[in-house]
């Protein structure tokens, strides 16, 4: 029986999923798993309007295959269907959406890691049949499963059946995900890989049916520049392949091979910064849209995710723009990887770094790149209630779209104990909306909330602070807006919180609540801070702090945690200015210095502070020479003299000041301790004048 469904709509035939369940049982003698897809409703606020698991914002996790503990989503198909991934250490599955149901495909022996997934027709067949194929690994071997029959009835594992340096088959494992790519009105499909060395780049093209006993025909071409080494991301319906290629010692180069021909052909396109600088991930079915990430500037570290527009023509850039980023995306010089993209190229999944690695779906699907969208997944998950089993989802791997246009995402996050998979629906209308990150801002500043919206849906607005509505008046507008703005904030007005907004598409009577957007104000702020200080004893050291915020300010200078008071130290030093903007330290003795940092907290109104960076105060020998030269007593001349503690000095003079060193005669010599030291001097009675010359390290 055929499965008259399959590609068609949601489900499969229930007569048909029977007989499979059973097939599929009997050959793996596993207990299936099922997790029904809970429809979940979340009243939100007075809207009185709710998002389900049917057509609505949902979040599920993938259940384990058999008595595996942990999984990870890696492709699903372009219609979000069905989904591959890694269940346990080494089991490839295969996730049927609509049933639930969740098995690892048969071929001999298990897959061990399913990263590509899609339909394609096997056209030798009569009539032609519609089939799911697989690509990933198996056995530390690049392979492939297919169904026969065009049901679930998995064919053999599929690789090169002769030598694998001769036709370069990898015993390396694959990408990360999305490593085919195959239509349903196509006998063609393809796979990427390379060979273990990463000196070359694969394309792999089957068509006709595979079992047992027949082999589809396989060409396979690769692109070895020198000595230069790469890697592969993802693969289009053509066969061209992206990746980079990078000269050891020399950045990665945004990479592209085409399968004109048995050789196949390369060729590089620029990143954000104009230089061929960056890596490149995903591509769309039609290989007219390649996501990736590359540096915002030439020389620049930090990666920026991008979305480049080519041509079917080779060295056909068109357009390169940045993915948005959130507004508190730092922490890691890998910004941005959009790990996998939907087959027409309007939305991309990956990872935006806030902090730690977060799951993202950027929707690019807006003709103007100033709309396009970055959303937090699991933050807008948890923000409308649908969470489920997650503590966080960190990686989105892969995204198809639902019959009516909304994207569906697979890809990992974590329970709390162990990796688990996830599938998540995202409604269109939702993705299009950019909602605000975190922000940090000094007192007296304006402050703006901005929503990233197309324009195109009927959205109302209700912004709300630490849960309650807000409303227009005093310091606040735009209560009811995409964009809320807060003038002047400080920490007195009580303008530091938790901000979100909540969204309703009256059109479809549908409401979404966006995640947490958190303001923080430095109030006092801090406009210079103290330097460090190196002085020698016995000096005076000062440290000053320019502040600003509600008055009146205040301050508290500390000194290894503690705070300070003025007054004697009690071993020869004196403070001054303790609780002033500016610290005096005066005749500097040595615990001054060995007693800790020292800091100052900025007190202002409303009990808000602010504690200024800690500096050091450090005891500097004195430099050698002569202090000073004075009459003492009739007769006598008083010298004083420093230098470095613990070296050698030699006090000598002279009658006449052209004489040589060694002509000089010695008065006295020593090894400097602490603080200077005096000697006095009595001229012979026939001495005129007197030159002197201190000299160190004798």
Same mark, same amino acid.
């Given at each position: ?152 009835? *998995? ?307 209700? *912004? ?235």
């Amino acid at each position: 029986m055929e499965p008259a469904l399959l590609g068609g709509e949601w489900g499969l035939d229930s007569v048909v999923f029977a007989e499979l369940n059973s097939t599929i049982d009997a050959a793996m003698n596993r207990t299936r798993t099922f997790s029904p897809l809970v429809s979940i409703c979340v009243a939100l606020l007075a809207a009185g309007s709710c998002l389900d698991a049917l057509g609505g914002l949902s979040l599920t996790n993938i259940p384990p295959a058999g008595l595996d503990s942990s999984n990870e989503g890696r492709a699903i198909t372009p219609d979000g269907k069905y989904v591959g991934g890694l269940s346990g250490a080494g089991n490839g599955f295969f996730y049927d959406v609509a049933n639930s149901f969740v098995t690892v495909p048969l071929a001999g022996s298990y897959a061990s890691i399913v990263t590509g997934i899609g339909y394609r027709t096997d056209t030798s067949q009569s009539p032609p049949v519609v089939q799911v194929v697989l690509d990933g690994n198996n056995s530390g071997w690049h392979a492939q499963f297919e169904t026969s029959d065009g049901g679930f009835t *998995w064919g053999f594992k599929r690789r090169d059946n002769v030598s694998p340096n001769a036709y370069g088959w990898s015993e390396y494992p694959p990408p990360a995900a999305n490593t085919l790519a195959a239509t349903a009105d196509s006998d063609v499909y393809f796979t990427l890989f390379r060979d273990s060395a990463r000196n070359n780049l694969y394309t792999c093209r089957g068509s006709n049916l595979w079992n047992s006993t027949t082999a589809a025909s396989v060409r396979i071409v690769g692109k070895g520049l020198g000595s230069d080494r790469g890697d592969v991301g993802g693969v289009a319906a053509s066969g061209r392949i992206v990746g980079y290629r990078q000269v050891t010692g020399a950045p990665r180069k945004n990479y592209v091979l085409d399968y004109p021909n048995s050789s196949g052909t390369a060729w590089f396109f620029n990143g954000l910064n104009g230089t061929t600088d960056g890596q490149a991930f995903s591509i769309s079915l039609d290989g007219n849209s390649i996501f990736g990430q590359s540096p915002l500037t030439v020389g620049g570290t930090n990666m920026h995710g991008y979305k480049a527009t080519v041509t079917s023509a080779m060295n056909s850039l068109q357009s390169v723009d940045p993915l948005p980023n959130f507004s508190d995306t730092a922490g890691s010089s890998s910004l941005a990887v959009p790990y996998g993209c939907s087959a027409d190229g309007q939305y991309a999944v990956g990872m935006n770094y806030r902090g730690k690695e977060t799951a993202v779906l950027w929707d690019t699907s807006h003709s103007n790149p100033a709309n396009w969208t970055v959303n937090d997944l699991h933050a807008l998950a948890a923000a409308n209630g649908t969470a489920d089993i997650f503590v966080e989802l960190t990686r989105a791997f892969s995204v198809g779209t639902t019959p009516d246009g909304d994207p569906v995402i697979t890809g990992y996050g974590t329970d709390g104990a162990a990796r688990r998979a996830f599938l998540m629906t995202v409604p269109r209308w939702i993705a299009a909306i950019g909602f605000p990150g975190h922000q940090t801002v000094n007192h007296g500043e304006n402050v703006t909330f901005q929503l990233t919206t197309n324009g195109m849906d009927s959205l109302t607005y209700q *912004w709300h602070k630490d849960g309650a509505p807000l409303v227009d008046g005093g310091n606040v507008s735009g209560a009811a807006s995409s964009a809320l703005t807060l003038a002047g904030v400080s920490c007195p007005g009580g303008d530091a919180g938790n901000y979100h907004v909540v969204v309703s598409n009256t059109a479809l009577s549908s409401v979404v609540t966006g995640y947490v957007a958190r303001l923080e104000i430095n109030d006092p702020w801090i406009a210079a801070q103290p330097v460090h200080q190196t002085n020698v004893l016995g000096s005076t050291a000062s440290f000053t702090v320019v502040a600003s915020g509600s008055t009146p300010l205040s301050y508290q200078w500390q000194r290894g945690g503690f705070n300070l008071t003025d007054g004697d130290t009690g071993y020869g030093s004196i403070v001054a200015g303790a609780t002033s903007a500016t610290l005096t330290i005066s005749n500097i003795a040595d615990p001054d210095a060995y007693s800790g940092e020292y800091s100052v907290l900025v007190s202002g109104s409303a009990s808000c502070q602010i504690a200024s960076a800690a500096v050091t105060l450090t005891i500097g020998d004195p430099p050698l020479r002569l202090v000073s030269i004075v009459q003492s007593a009739p007769g006598n001349i008083a010298l004083s003299f420093t230098g470095p503690r613990g070296q050698t000095y030699q006090l000598l003079y002279s009658t006449d000041v052209t004489l040589p060193l060694h002509a000089w005669i010695p008065l006295t010599q020593g090894m400097f301790d602490v603080g200077p030291v005096t000697f006095v001097d009595t001229p012979a009675p026939a001495d005129s004048q007197r030159f002197y010359i201190l000299a160190g390290g004798i």
